[in-house]
């Protein structure tokens, strides 16, 4: 008998606005853009902050050609999941460093957008399964923590008020990729628009070991996992988060 706690259904009617705050472009994709698709469908607004353009992600392509092009193809990618406000921070791919500056970006993104629901990305060494994670996912990850409590805190960069934006106080923040996921969403039915999603960053696909897995088994694979570990016969697909109430 599994002595795992049983995750819970994140109750969708308690938040109408989301803000995904992560360090590249195709991050979002990796799961998370399913239940963005379900979210915008239903009419949640959502918006996405990329502290980069993931311009040292691609070997054969010069930083300068490839952060326009990847930018480019987040803002494709995020369309198909009816997401049409994509920000876009001046952090260097691969070099973002853990600090007051990343926090004071992050908490002015959230600021602006007032988010009800904040989804970060996992700071653990590891995703589950222990695969390593990446030291700019690590760092925006953590930062975005505690960005959630700066944005709602008017004396933590005070600069910000005089710039017009008022403290905003994140009710919920979820965070993909953990090591102990709290919650799901069902996406039972919108896989595929997930799969399109990753698709449309064809560069950075494009420049992908040749064994590494296509689009529609790799997300496949990480939500029909999640769907699995809901046991529940019911939910084929599912996206899991680690959620903290405010």
């Not at 691969?94 to 007032?114: F, H, V």
Request: net charge negative; with cysteine.
């Amino acid at each position: 008998m599994s002595t795992e706690p049983a995750l819970a259904a994140l109750d969708e009617t308690t938040f109408d606005s989301v803000l995904c705050v992560v360090a590249h472009p195709d991050d979002i994709e990796y799961g998370t853009a399913a239940a963005i698709a379900k979210w915008t469908a239903a009419g949640k607004r959502v918006r996405y902050f990329l502290l980069t353009r993931g311009e040292a992600g691609i070997d054969t392509m010069d930083p300068v050609d490839a952060a326009p092009a990847r930018a480019d193809e987040e803002r494709a990618s995020a369309a198909v999941v009816g997401v049409e406000e994509v920000e876009f921070g001046d952090h260097s791919d691969g070099t973002i460093e853990y600090g007051l500056t990343l926090r004071r970006d992050i908490a002015s993104a959230i600021r602006r957008a007032r988010p009800d629901l904040v989804i970060g990305t996992t700071f653990d060494v590891t995703f589950p399964g222990g695969v390593l994670n990446q030291a700019d996912h690590r760092a925006v990850g953590l930062a975005t923590v505690d960005a959630c409590a700066d944005a709602g805190n008017r004396w933590i960069f005070p600069e910000l008020v005089d710039d017009g934006l008022e403290p905003w106080h994140v009710r919920l923040l979820a965070v993909g990729g953990s090591q102990r996921p709290t919650h799901f969403v069902d996406v039972t039915g919108h896989l595929d628009d997930a799969i399109e999603s990753l698709e449309e960053h064809r560069l950075y696909n494009n420049a992908l070991p040749d064994d590494f897995p296509e689009p529609a088994q790799l997300l496949g694979g990480i939500l029909g996992g999640g769907g699995e570990a809901v046991a529940d016969p019911a939910v084929e697909h599912a996206l899991l988060l680690e959620v903290f109430q405010r």
